[in-house]
């Protein structure tokens, strides 16, 4: 039986082969002193997209598929494979990610705060002391997630 609000088998197969594109995403999280701890930001910013797959799956409600998302985040993997352009390939990772929260402007908003736990974050911040990066990076995820999840909870309401 297909309980409402799990993810559909293609949303899991764009997941995983965007996950898989962007796999290097550890090491660069371990080995750039800017970014060591950009993995914290990673975590808080997932939580919107399990907070909406876990709340469609309890009140068993059907969730949208979003092919646009989906289709981007291939098309970013992709682009990002072709050209070598990890900053595409993690953000393809971002979209695959997204497509698991509906879409609305506050989504968007979060979406863009990916930056955050992106390496490429720590470069652009280089100048900064790693305290301020951490706090940033923190910010980003945690505001970001603050706002999609506040625009779900009015919406339920």
């Not at 297909?2 to 293609?10: D, N, S, V, Y």
């Not at 910013?45 to 989906?70: E, F, G, M, T």
């Not at 974050?121 to 980003?140: C, D, E, S, Y």
Request: one cysteine or more; charged letters at 10%.
């Amino acid at each position: 039986m297909k309980r409402a609000g799990l993810p559909t088998p293609i949303e899991l197969a764009v997941l995983a082969y965007c996950a898989w594109q962007a796999s290097d995403l550890p090491t660069s999280w371990w080995s750039a002193p800017a970014v060591r701890w950009a993995w914290i930001a990673f975590i808080i910013w997932c939580i919107p997209a399990v907070v909406s797959i876990s709340s469609h799956y309890i009140s068993d409600q059907n969730r949208k598929l979003s092919p646009y998302y989906l289709g981007g985040a291939i098309a970013l993997s992709l682009l990002g494979t072709l050209g070598s352009l990890h900053a595409l390939q993690h953000l393809g990772f971002a979209v695959a990610i997204a497509a698991f929260v509906p879409p609305s402007l506050p989504a968007v908003v979060w979406l863009g705060c990916c930056i955050g736990w992106m390496p490429g974050f720590g470069w652009f911040a280089k100048l900064l002391p790693f305290t301020v990066i951490l706090l940033l990076q923190l910010g980003l995820a945690a505001g970001g997630s603050a706002v999609v999840t506040r625009h779900a909870q009015a919406r339920r309401q």
